[in-house]
């Protein structure tokens, strides 16, 4: 069965610090990835995703991540938060079983401080 | 843009009562999916649906059961609400290339 491990469950940060989040899945074949983030009070949204090509991922906010397959990681990173960074953060995969099933991680929890 | 829209935002029902938790998507997408989310756990599957009038077992199903009669509404159903079905739902339908949330519902079991 395919699993997500976010190993930071929370994380906090000053302002301008630089942050890196753990994500590493479980699955032996194709993936894709995943990072979700929900602001308080709001909707999942979709940060970036990687299906194929360039391991290094950029989204949006200034945020990216590195697909390491040797390591099964997917860590996201940024290099300098903002307050409105504080958020949960989720980690997901989708297997090539072609049941299209996202697996989640359990979220870590980054808050900023001014 | 794809909108995944859930009709309620925060219900509070008493135990054993029978709970509907409704999600229309307006993109005719076929695949859709109920997940409950909780601190500390993240996001479960909980049911998700090829198409119309076909559903199939997420990681949690039981106390739980769904509906599909027509391509955009995706149901969530609890036959006899307990408290620890007290979470917060979210629906979501996938399309290359990827997945769309809605906003959630919120449910409190009493």
């Known amino acids: 069965a395919q699993s997500v491990s976010q190993h930071n469950h929370h994380v906090i940060l000053s302002e301008a610090a630089s942050l890196e989040l753990g994500c590493n899945y479980s699955?032996?074949?194709?993936?894709?990835l995943f990072w979700y983030v929900q602001y308080p009070g709001q909707h999942l949204q979709l940060l970036l995703k990687?299906?194929?090509?360039?391991?290094l991922v950029k989204g949006i906010k200034g945020f990216e991540a590195e697909f390491i397959k040797s390591k099964f990681s997917f860590n996201l990173r940024k290099p300098s938060v903002q307050w409105s960074d504080t958020a949960e953060y989720f980690c997901?995969?989708?297997?090539?079983?072609?049941?299209?099933?996202?697996?989640f991680g359990t979220g870590t929890r980054l808050t900023v401080i001014p | 843009d794809v909108k995944v829209t859930q009709s309620s935002r925060y219900l509070v029902k008493r135990t054993g009562e029978k709970v509907f938790l409704e999600c229309v998507q307006d993109?005719?997408?076929?695949?859709m999916f109920w997940y409950r989310q909780d601190p500390g756990l993240g996001l479960r599957l909980i049911y998700f649906?090829?198409?119309?009038?076909?559903?199939e077992k997420g990681d949690i199903p039981e106390g739980y059961s769904v509906s599909r009669e027509k391509k955009e509404r995706f149901s969530l159903i609890l036959e006899s609400a307990s408290t620890n079905q007290t979470s917060m739902y979210l629906c979501?339908?996938?399309?290359?290339?990827?997945?769309?949330f809605g906003s959630g519902t919120r449910l409190t079991v009493v």
């Open positions: 990687y299906f194929s090509g360039d391991p």
């Open positions: 997901a995969v989708i297997g090539q079983t072609g049941a299209n099933n996202l697996f």
């Open positions: 979501a339908s996938w399309a290359t290339p990827g997945y769309t």
């Open positions: 993109m005719d997408h076929e695949n």
């Open positions: 699955y032996g074949g194709t993936v894709n």
């Open positions: 649906s090829y198409d119309v009038k076909m559903k």
